[in-house]
């Protein structure tokens, strides 16, 4: 089973608890307006690694993964190679590793029977899924992600019915998610579900932009500043990370 994969970065402690070893894989279907890694969008010069091999790199860090820490698989959306991810995991939880996967849920399909037996077999081997929801109105995710939210939602949905542990990330952007009733929205879903144990406002920022540069593709939030401290703050009370704003 042969991953494509952009790079791998041990000692990440953003994506998921305590210290993990990243895997980025390339390839995405979304087209995120504030997405920092354009450079993962296509699988063109995407590194080939058998599972084994991505196994054996993990484990040469499990000296680490106290406190929680373990491998998340990240990307690009990595459940465009959900074959690989269950094996992944599958290997690394005989090794007892934690597994965390960052995802937006995008291709998820309840209606594709296929599929869906993919994610029941996923799901056996996954500890935490950090779920990206983009935009909790869909009109809004249709324009920043070119791509219907309904599968996502789907997916969120899913994961609760499964007790699935899972942190809701949200990426902060002025004039687009930084919104109240939006905001509002997204907390009103997230109170629906039963299994979501920590969510994460992202302010936006532009340390992307100059990958676009580099690829020769059009930056469309040029422009666009960056959250303040009191709107992230604020962000935070509303989806109810904070209890007040003081
Ligand atoms: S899902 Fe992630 S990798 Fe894909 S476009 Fe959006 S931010 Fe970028």
Redesign the pocket.
Known sequence: MIGKIHSFFAGGTVDGPGIRFVIFMKG?????L?????D??NQDGAECYEVDDVVSQALRYKGYFNNGGGVTVS???PLIQIDFVIELFKKLKKYNVHTALD??G?IFDKDNLELKAKFDELIKYTDLVLL?I?HIDNDEHIKL?GKSNKNVLEFAKYLSNNKINVWIRH?LVPDITLNDNYLTKLKEFIDTLSNVSKIEVLPYHTMGIVKYKNLGIPYRLEGVRTPTKEEVKHAKYLLGVIKDVA
């Not at 995405?28 to 995120?32: D, M, N």
């Not at 504030?34 to 354009?38: E, G, I």
């Open positions: 995405c279907p979304l087209r995120c504030y997405c920092h890694n354009p993962t969008w990307g690009g959306e995802t937006s995008i990206d983009k992600t990426v």
